[in-house]
């Protein structure tokens, strides 16, 4: 299984930025998608995730309400909608795949809980 995350750059306070992370594979629908952060000399920290079967997600407290995060399974890619972006979002953005989503109630929100990772695209956010 390969990801390929895309979409990073440089943006300017308040702007908006889209994420995209293609999956490798047939068995995408049935992946929970998770994107996570990092920023220099800090730990990877969970930002968000959606469900195997779409419909559920969940958002850091620090992202809730200007971060979006989507799928289409038909593309075998989710998205990351992010606005209102703030200097404290800069950092690097990986997306992951859970497998064991269908055996989970909830979607996941640690890091151990992915298996599989994508290499990282850069978003900085100038002040």
């Known amino acids: 299984v390969q990801l390929q995350a895309s979409g990073g750059g440089l943006v300017q306070t308040g702007g908006s930025l889209r994420l995209s992370c293609t999956v490798s594979?047939?068995?995408?629908?049935?992946?929970?998608m998770g994107w996570f952060r990092q920023a220099p000399g800090k730990e990877r920290e969970f930002v968000a995730a959606?469900?195997?079967?779409?419909?559920?997600?969940r958002y850091a407290d620090s992202v809730q309400g200007r971060f979006t995060i989507s799928r289409d399974n038909a593309k075998n890619t989710v998205y990351l909608q992010m606005n209102s972006l703030k200097p404290e979002d800069t950092a690097v953005y990986y997306c992951?795949?859970?497998?064991?989503?269908?055996?989970?109630?909830?979607?996941?929100?640690?890091?151990?809980?992915?298996?599989?990772w994508g290499q990282g695209t850069q978003v900085t956010v100038s002040s």
């Open positions: 959606i469900y195997y079967r779409g419909g559920s997600t």
């Open positions: 594979g047939r068995t995408f629908s049935s992946y929970g």
């Open positions: 992951a795949a859970d497998p064991r989503a269908p055996d989970r109630l909830l979607v996941g929100i640690s890091t151990y809980q992915y298996d599989y």
